[in-house]
Nanobody, 123 residues
Framework: VQLVESGGGLVQPGGSLRLSCVAS????????MSWYRQAPGKERELVAT?????????????NYADSVKDRFTISRDSALSTVSLQMNNLKPEDTAVYYC????????????WGQGTRVTVSS
């Protein structure tokens, strides 16, 4: 199992970044995909999540932390086994290491983490 994140970096306030997470080694459609972040000295927090489609082809319900609503968009591409996080109007308080997470939609104790990608918002 692998979750490989990319797309982090340094950006000025008001700028944009797009994070990507490529998944392998498990059945992507059966997993809820999420982005978490952890700022220095703070606990890891859920940023955004998108449900899997299972075998029905129906899914993709999204949820966001209040702090990122209307600025961040999570999406998934089943063909590429990729989940992305489009981040617009970035603020200094968005500075953190962002982690990709995959959690089975039925067996919630089965979950996987990526290694993280650092986002720094600073002028």
């Amino acid at each position: 199992v692998q979750l490989v994140e990319s797309g982090g970096g340094l950006v000025q306030p008001g700028g944009s970044l797009r994070l990507s997470c490529v998944a392998s080694g498990f059945t992507f459609s059966r997993y809820r995909m999420s982005w978490y972040r952890q700022a220095p000295g703070k606990e890891r927090e859920l940023v955004a999540t998108i449900t899997g489609t299972g075998g029905t082809g129906i899914g993709g319900t999204t949820n966001y932390a209040d702090s990122v609503k209307d600025r961040f968009t999570i999406s998934r591409d089943s063909a590429l086994s990729t989940v992305s996080l489009q981040m617009n109007n970035l603020k200094p308080e968005d500075t953190a290491v962002y982690y990709c997470n995959a959690r089975h939609m039925i067996i919630a104790t089965t979950d996987f983490w990526g290694q993280g990608t650092r986002v720094t918002v600073s002028s």
